[in-house]
């Protein structure tokens, strides 16, 4: 969109519709159907995912947002390897927030979260490509007076009896007027692009600068803003004086916002010095009274009482009575900052009766609706455009679309293009965050040394009680997400009862990357890894016992196993970890490789990853997020930790919050498993195993067995001494 600061409601109501350079009105699939289409004899639009030139460009509209994963390449792929296109001709356009483009699970909503991206789309993209392909065959058999079985697509070109050509370009106008098909055959054969390695494509635009992210955004007469938020959660403002801030040369404005006090200015600094200066006077309520050591207590405490049942299978506490030894233990894992690369942002033009929002949005329906309401219009009078994202891991997926609504709302008091902006404190400080979590586990074994009873309590905030998904997700008080990965394990248990607790506080909590498996992995795999252990088994070979009947499972941990020399000596001093989850319809097996210096700190020299995905599009793309999956779970691992002491947040920025550097980084190697399985997700799978084998390793290295993250040498040393 022009980058100007006037909108007339034609470039509105364009902007509103496009995808790019063409009008593209919604098309509601399946494809027997199509509405109109306005876009000359220049473009042919069969659906709203797809759009030909006549001179041969491919634009792929793209319903999800880019923020890192590779999906502006790996959903293109898909529609282009039905429609039999020239890949190289092949660009990409973000989606505007329309009902075409909603997500086809999550309700009618347009989304990019749970690793669904390609899960899906597969079926809607390949039969958008399919469709267009029928058409564009049809046109060319039409004009060669043909049947169309006597042609065939391959690469843009249409070719028919005698060595006849059309290319794609050439056959546009006529497709265009023909009808899109209702039941779209795929094709059959070997694969062009799927399964190929490709360059991403929107590469280029990130090398050469560009690529426009959110806090890229910039118009002239654009206003820079900043807040100054409660110390404490659900604090509010008492009194301010915006005196000293108003004569920060470049501040224009001073305005209270729910959220806090805006500092409205001609730049980034002198708002954040304008906001520096204020003096205000805060209400700081009872969130003054959260800590993070009196919050444990209380939840080692819930630990020891009876929760919600989440999945029972036989009789584990009546077993557990019996038993003459029991073993039992407690696990621990840190609140999460979600702390992408690029700070939370958000820009607004509002005018009398049309708002343009230019966001890194993963949730586009709910915050242009939001930010609709904030400024008194109807949704379809707000445009809300996708930007790159700078990272997201679910922080740009906010039910409660908090950076969209505070943005809106400065706008509505300056009536000025405005773009506000968090700093990496802000974006620390304000929440959201992945829960805390306390897990208590009791188990014995049977004759054999094999679990006979696992007896588990969950303790943490459900990240979706009061949100627009809680109808679906929470059943009987019971959080699916708390205890995903914990209520679905494979491991054969005859007596398995899963437990929740689900506290309340005011600390906001929401999804990280992984969900609730980043939690429940890290216990499951490490009090498997104990098991093993306290009888004498090798903890490879324990797993493959009770994972006998789940043969995907089973063939992750072998791959991963043999990859990595299991078994085969090691440096003295080093150990090897093993761990194996399935999440988000994929399976992921991982082991580690460690060893401690003699400060006490951890080294992480190798990760072998083996992943089955089910079918896949791009495996660059999948080695990538794997790799990507195991740093930022490493990051957790080794240093991540939110706490809070008088209600306040102790952490920062990166100096408090470290994430896994270059020279800490581990070798990582991926080995994807073939599979013809419905695809699975790519973008989580890979962070929930890797915490366990970490810590499975570490026992193996010194005999240390740290239950609580992150693992640092205070821990190590105190688990070394407790031997």
Known sequence: MNEGTKMSRRQFMKNSAL?????????????????????????????????????????????????????????????????????????????PVAPAYNHTQFGPIMVTGGSTSVRSEWTRFTLAGAAAREMLVAAAAQQWKVEPAACRAENGIVHGPGGKQLSFGKLAATAAKLPVPKDPKQKTGKKRLLG???????????????????????????????????????????????????????????????AGVAVVADGFWPAVKGRDLLEIVW??????????????EEYARLSTLPGMVARKDGDAPAVLSLAKQRFEVEYEVPYLA?????????????????????????????????????????????????????????????????????????????????????????????????????????????????????????????????????SAMVKDGIDDTSVEGAATTPYAIPNLQIELHSPKNAVPVLWWRSVGHSHTAFVMESFMDELAYKTGKDPYQYRRILLAKHPRTLKVLDTAA????????????????????????????????????????????????????????????????????????????????????????????????????????????????????????????????????????????CGARVRSLPITPDKITAAVDKG
């Not at 994963?69 to 356009?93: H, I, N």
């Not at 600068?209 to 807040?227: C, K, S």
């Not at 950076?403 to 968090?422: G, L, S, Y």
């Not at 009791?442 to 627009?468: E, F, K, Y």
């Open 338 to 470: 979600h702390a992408p690369m690029e700070p939370l942002n958000c820009f607004v033009d509002l005018h009398k009766d049309i708002c343009l929002i230019r966001t890194g949005s993963q949730f586009q329906t709910v915050d242009r609706n939001a930010a609709a309401h904030v400024v008194g219009l109807k949704n379809e009078q707000v445009a809300l455009e996708t930007t790159f994202l700078g990272g997201g891991f679910g922080r740009r997926a906010c039910t409660g679309s908090d950076f969209v609504i505070e943005a809106a709302e400065v706008a509505t008091k300056i009536r000025q293009p405005v773009k506000v902006i968090r700093t990496r404190e802000d974006d620390m400080r304000a929440g959201y965050y992945r829960p805390m979590w306390y897990d208590r586990v009791v188990a014995c074994l049977d004759n054999t040394g094999m679990p006979l009873a696992w007896h588990h309590r969950i303790v943490g905030q459900s990240i979706i009680a009061g949100t627009l998904f809680e």
């Open 196 to 258: 190929t390695p490709l360059h991403r494509l929107d590469s280029p635009a990130k090398i050469n600068g560009t690529a426009v992210f959110g806090i890229d955004v910039h118009v002239p007469d654009m206003l820079i803003a900043v807040i100054a938020r409660p110390p404490v959660f659900g604090g509010t403002i008492k009194s301010f004086n915006a005196a000293k801030a108003q004569a920060v040369p470049g501040v224009k404005h001073v305005v209270a916002v729910k």
């Open 562 to 701: 043999k990859k990595a020399g299991w078994g085969k000596p090691l440096p003295v001093g080093h150990g090897r970890g093993i761990a194996v989850h399935e999440s988000f319809g994929s399976f992921v097996a991982q082991v580690a490789e460690v060893s401690l210096d003699k400060k006490g700190s951890i080294t992480v020299h190798r990760v072998v990853c083996a992943i089955d995905c089910g079918r896949i599009v791009n495996p660059d793309t999948i080695k990538a997020q794997m790799e990507s999956g195991i740093i930022f779970g490493l990051s957790a691992v080794l240093y991540g930790a939110i706490t809070l002491k008088n209600g306040r947040v102790e952490q920062g920025n990166f100096d408090t919050y470290p994430l896994v550097r270059m020279g800490a980084t581990p070798q990582v190697e991926v080995i994807i498993v073939k599979s013809s399985e419905s695809p699975g997700g790519v973008g989580e799978p890979g962070v929930p195993p890797i915490a366990p084998a970490v810590a499975n390793a570490l026992f193996a290295a």
């Open 19 to 95: 995808a790019g350079g063409g009008l593209l009105l919604a098309c509601h699939l399946p494809f027997g159907v199509r509405d109109a289409v306005a876009a000359g004899d220049a473009v042919f639009a069969p659906n709203a995912f797809l759009r030909i030139g006549l001179d041969e460009s491919v634009t792929i509209i793209v319903n999800k947002s880019e923020m890192g994963q590779g999906v502006y390449t790996s959903l293109p792929m898909l529609l282009a390897e039905e429609l039999c296109c020239d890949w190289k001709r092949v660009a990409f356009q973000p989606a």
């Open 283 to 296: 209400d700081e309520g009872d969130g003054a009274k959260i800590s993070t050591p009196s919050m444990r």
